[in-house]
């Protein structure tokens, strides 16, 4: 776990309560790391995980939680037996009541939702509907079910701040009123950047020979490795347009994807007279998470400060939707709306599966998420109930297209 070197070992005692979905993750440390340089601050209710029960024991020693959950219930038996043989009082629960439990408790103020993929959704939700700070960096949960995601932020009027680096500096680079609507404070369209990933120049018969580490290794970004996948196809960007149309209630026609590859603007907002304000540092996630912790006021996240003398130059171009198709069918869906975008969110969560598998070329996946789409009928998506049923036909039919050699 990254300990910052600087920090004195000190578990945080501070008044703000967080709980972090997801913290054996690359967002859920360097959360960790953030609360480490804050411990007069912020308080850590609740850590979960999966099942890495080796790192989760870990941190629940070093940030001495009330709670801890795995998902898996061998695996939270594993940890409840290390951190009493420890001598902790960190209590162990396991499954999705208790990803929910520990988004929900009176003492929590904040929950980091980092939980990766359509896991995260119902633990987000139990935490919008406890009228929690939401940090949210699980976008799949705003692919997935947008509408009625932001239905009930506004019904519990929830604090939300985003995390995905993006979304982030959108919300920095936006008045504070943008709720009221882009066109009346002003806002003609947002510019969405794009690293282009760790193949952005390569061939269309270079990319149908990637391999899952290839696919893994971002030029700017450390991250999981289902988003490191979908950076790679740009799938990533793709679900970022859906996330951003729902967090600033704008439409995709609004929202230009810039190729970046410097990754040091993080997202622009362009203004009805001519003016573009963005949000610009260095690529490390402790910055937005930092931001969205601290917000309205400002925190230090142990993130260097930017040296434009090292960067030198910063470019900037239109992406390609022949070699990245992920990112055509990510508009489509969402001008399609329904639950046109949990199928999509679905079929790809299963093809980057297969492909990290090796079961699935790297250039199939877009394939597997179109057929797809076209094989499951779209639905309202006004009931979480129907959301949930067409993900799970269309994992089936996924499944099946992998399985049949979809190429
Ligand atoms: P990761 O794979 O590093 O970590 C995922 C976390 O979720 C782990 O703690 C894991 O134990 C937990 N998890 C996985 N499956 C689960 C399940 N079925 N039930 C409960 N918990 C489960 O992922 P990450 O890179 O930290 O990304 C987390 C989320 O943040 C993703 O939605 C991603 O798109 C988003 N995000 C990440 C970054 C980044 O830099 N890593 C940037 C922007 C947005
Ligand atoms: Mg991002």
């Given at each position: 776990m990254a300990v910052p070197d600087d920090t004195p070992m000190i578990t945080p005692h501070g008044s703000v309560g967080v709980t972090v979905l997801g913290a054996t993750g690359s967002i859920g440390t360097s959360t960790l790391d953030v609360i480490a340089?804050?411990?007069?601050?912020?308080?850590?209710?609740?850590?979960?995980?999966?099942?890495?029960?080796?790192?989760?024991?870990?941190?629940?020693?070093?940030?001495?939680?009330?709670?801890?959950?795995?998902?898996?219930?061998?695996?939270?038996?594993?940890?409840?037996?290390?951190?009493?043989?420890?001598?902790?009082?960190?209590?162990?629960?396991?499954?999705?009541?208790?990803?929910?439990?520990?988004?929900?408790?009176?003492?929590?103020?904040?929950?980091?939702?980092?939980?990766?993929?359509?896991?995260?959704?119902?633990?987000?939700?139990?935490?919008?509907?406890?009228?929690k700070?939401?940090?949210?960096?699980?976008?799949?949960?705003?692919?997935?079910?947008?509408?009625?995601?932001?239905?009930?932020?506004?019904?519990?009027?929830?604090?939300?701040?985003?995390?995905?680096?993006?979304?982030?500096?959108?919300?920095?680079?936006?008045?504070?009123?943008?709720?009221?609507?882009?066109?009346?404070?002003?806002?003609?369209?947002?510019?969405l950047t794009a690293s282009g990933g760790p193949f952005r120049h390569a061939t269309a018969d270079e990319l149908a020979r990637v391999t899952p580490a290839q696919a893994c290794a971002h030029?700017?970004?450390?991250m999981g490795r289902k988003i490191s996948v979908d950076s790679a196809s740009m799938m990533n960007k793709g679900l970022e347009l859906i996330e951003a149309c729902w967090l600033f209630d704008t439409v995709p026609d609004s929202v230009q994807v810039v190729i970046h590859p410097q990754s040091?603007?993080?997202?622009?907002?362009?203004?009805?007279?001519?003016?573009?304000?963005?949000?610009?540092?260095?690529?490390?996630?402790?910055?937005?998470?930092?931001?969205?912790?601290?917000?309205?006021?400002?925190?230090?996240?142990?993130?260097?400060?930017?040296?434009?003398?090292?960067?030198?130059r910063l470019d900037f171009a239109e992406p390609d939707m022949q070699r990245f198709p992920c990112l055509r069918l990510a508009y489509e869906v969402m001008r399609t709306g329904g639950t046109a975008p949990a199928i999509l969110n679905a079929a790809n969560e299963v093809a980057v599966q297969a492909f990290l598998d090796e079961r699935l070329a790297f250039t199939a996946i877009p394939v597997v998420i179109e057929k797809t789409l076209e094989q499951v009928d779209c639905n309202e998506a006004d009931v979480l109930d129907v959301i949930i049923a067409d993900d799970q036909l269309s994992r089936v039919v996924a499944e099946r297209l992998v399985a049949e050699g979809v190429r």
């Open positions: 340089r804050h411990p007069d601050t912020y308080r850590v209710i609740a850590l979960t995980a999966n099942r890495q029960v080796e790192l989760l024991v870990e941190q629940c020693l070093r940030f001495a939680p009330e709670f801890a959950v795995c998902v898996d219930e061998r695996a939270a038996q594993q940890s409840s037996d290390w951190l009493k043989q420890a001598g902790s009082q960190t209590q162990v629960l396991s499954g999705v009541e208790g990803l929910e439990r520990v988004a929900s408790l009176p003492q929590v103020d904040q929950v980091m939702a980092a939980i990766v993929g359509a896991a995260g959704l119902y633990p987000a939700l139990a935490a919008v509907r406890a009228g700070r939401v940090l949210l960096a699980n976008k799949e949960a705003l692919v997935m079910s947008g509408q009625i995601f932001i239905d009930e932020v506004r019904r519990h009027n929830v604090e939300l701040l985003p995390i995905d680096s993006e979304h982030n500096a959108i919300f920095q680079s936006m008045p504070v009123n943008f709720g009221e609507g882009l066109a009346s404070v002003g806002v003609r369209r947002i510019l030029p700017n970004w450390s040091v603007i993080h997202s622009l907002v362009e203004y009805v007279d001519g003016s573009v304000l963005a949000q610009l540092g260095n690529p490390d996630m402790r910055t937005p998470i930092a931001h969205a912790m601290a917000w309205p006021q400002r925190m230090d996240s142990g993130v260097d400060s930017l040296n434009l003398f090292d960067i030198a």
